[in-house]
């Protein structure tokens, strides 16, 4: 009976606090609505909807298929430089075999502003819809880019396949491969033609990855946020950016690099294409890093004839070298110390993006943690421990040097933010909180025995990893020398996640919205709560009562 009670209490006190503080409800005053065959979510004003949380998909069981997006750009940032939109979110919808009404699932998150502002849960909206009203894959397909974006979306594309071509795994290959399919000695018509059908072989490997990851993009786009994706790809890039720094080497195995090459001269045009649509799994180990950075861009972006355009951009790039030198018989530039160097900066690049792609989901200390261990590699492969001999690699060795500063100091950084020591100036507020008032992580039955012990009331400070409101709190309330002190002397602290950590103290502590902190007593009755981040004069008011 007392749970009960308690949990109807919980309940009742977040509502008239909702409907005090901020006057909003999240299930009801956004407006979702499916017009001119798109979906439109519309937030009122003072209140933003996040990015990363935004989809629309069929409800489960519903037979059928149905095509979401492309987004609209965002309108602005948060505090964490999320991508947010302001104002009504138009998301083109279009289906196929769907029955004569489907159930659409929208979701969203959203996030009041000004002082106060609160990050509900990510809610869920079934619209029911005439499937009609629905584009079709053809009509209803997402509008490509404007031409000017089109235009650098694709040179960009075209330079990585460049670049793909110049990695070990590839460019030691052209004028072996190039002499296999005999393109050379027998004339500049014919090797370019032989070439061309090598390239176009190429072409039809990675333009059919392309539309596969096109076709998978309405629900690979969404998982995409989620750590379950973005730990496992960023790991994965990481290994190979150790592969391409020389740490290992990664390559098929021979007998299959065997059966794939084949013996003997393929001559004519069927060997020569034979040729080129074997040579994307040859090259795999160096051309993975690059290519799978641009099949997440296709897959998040869903257009199929966009993601096969692009792939069939990036084999015409990597097939340049191949036509110059099937065209011209021209000798390459040896294998030297500037294939090493390329090498290792596309290494750095690649790292950087599993460190960059991984920034949402590690906790700060682990992010500056990764990004000193990213620059202390940049200084290495800046040249900051090896003499310099001319001006280039004079500066090159400046630059490293300064990436050596900045990977020490973030790695300061990770120690001071992890172990809660002080090392550089500018720090002590932020550890000097940490240091005397420790907060508990998740255990709120243990700060209540503690507090029980002691005669103190428990803080809560109730939180989510995408709340951004939250972070404003560790990062501008919590360190203030007062609130700490008032913390340290007067409170029982305490961190719970639940969202994600501690689900079932949701209910039990009645929480709608986050930041939430409250005040309890020992016994678990809550004394006071406030929505919101807070400023610390405000905090400090609310703490004292």
């Known amino acids: 009976m007392f749970r009960t ?43 933003h909807l996040n990015a990363g949380f935004m989809a629309v998909a069929l409800k489960p069981g519903t037979p059928g ?15 964490l430089k999320q991508d947010i939109w302001r104002g009504p979110v ?4 279009s289906g196929a075999g769907l029955p004569a009404q489907v159930d659409l699932v929208v979701t969203y998150q959203p996030c009041t502003e000004g002082d106060g502002g609160i990050c509900y849960p990510p809610q869920d909206r079934t619209l029911r819809v005439d499937a009609a009203a629905l584009g079709s894959p053809a009509a209803g397909s997402p509008a490509s880019p404007a031409p000017a974006g089109l235009f650098w979306v694709f040179l960009g594309v075209f330079g990585a396949g460049l670049l793909a071509s110049l990695t070990p795994c590839v460019y030691p290959m052209i004028p072996i491969t190039i002499a296999i399919i005999g393109a050379k000695g027998g004339g500049k018509a014919r090797g370019f033609a032989l070439s061309a059908t090598l390239v176009a072989g190429m072409a039809a490997t990675y333009t059919v990855l392309g539309v596969l990851a096109a076709r998978t993009g309405a629900a690979f ?10 730990i496992p790809v960023s790991v994965l ?79 015409l790039g990597m097939g340049v070298l191949f036509l110059a030198v099937g065209t011209f018989s021209a000798a390459l530039p040896r294998s030297g110390d500037w294939l090493v160097r390329l090498k290792q900066g596309m290494g750095l690049l690649v790292l950087g993006f599993a460190v960059w792609n991984l920034r949402l989901v590690a906790p700060a200390w682990l992010s500056y943690a990764m990004w000193s261990f990213t620059l202390l590699v940049a200084a290495a492969v800046l040249g ?16 490293g040097f300064l990436a050596l500063a900045l990977g020490v100091l973030l790695g300061c950084r990770a120690v001071e933010d992890g172990l809660g020591l002080t090392l550089l100036p500018g720090a002590g507020a932020q550890v000097q909180a940490r240091a005397s008032g420790p907060w508990m992580q998740q255990d709120l039955e243990g700060a209540l025995a503690q ?16 709340c951004a409101q939250c972070k404003e709190l560790d990062e501008k309330t919590w360190p ?49 709560r406030i929505l919101g981040f807070q400023n610390p004069p405000e905090m400090l008011k609310f703490l004292k009562g």
């Open 221 to 230: 786009g969404a998982w995409a946020q989620s750590p379950g994706f973005l």
């Open 5 to 47: 009670r308690a949990w109807l209490t919980g309940w009742l006190v977040m509502a008239c606090g909702i409907l005090g503080a901020a006057g909003f409800a999240p299930d009801k005053d956004v407006a979702v609505v499916l017009k001119n065959g798109a979906v439109v979510v519309t937030a009122p004003p003072g209140v």
């Open 237 to 315: 890039f990481a290994v190979f950016a150790l592969s391409l720094f020389g740490a290992f080497e990664l390559a098929l195995p021979e007998r299959l690099q065997q059966r794939l090459q084949g013996s003997g001269p393929r001559k004519g045009f069927a060997g020569a294409f034979a040729m080129g649509l074997v040579l994307g799994p040859i090259s795999a180990p160096c051309v993975g890093p690059v290519i799978g950075t641009v099949l997440v861009a296709i897959a998040q972006k869903g257009q199929v004839l966009l993601g096969a355009a692009e792939l069939f951009t990036f084999a």
């Open 480 to 528: 203030d020398p007062q609130v700490a002190a008032w913390i340290q002397a007067g409170a029982v602290p305490v961190r719970i996640d639940t969202y994600k950590l501690r689900k079932d103290l949701a209910a039990r502590l009645g929480i709608l919205s986050y930041p939430t902190v409250l005040l309890l007593d020992g016994e678990g009755k809550e004394q006071r």
């Open 451 to 466: 507090a029980k012990a002691s005669g103190k009331p428990v803080l809560v400070d109730v939180y989510a990893d995408w």
């Open 90 to 93: 138009i998301i083109p919808v």
């Open 65 to 79: 298929s149905l095509k979401a997006g492309p987004m609209p750009p965002a309108t602005a940032q948060d505090e």
């Open 384 to 399: 900051a421990f090896r003499p310099a001999g001319n001006l280039p690699a004079g500066l090159a060795k400046g630059v």
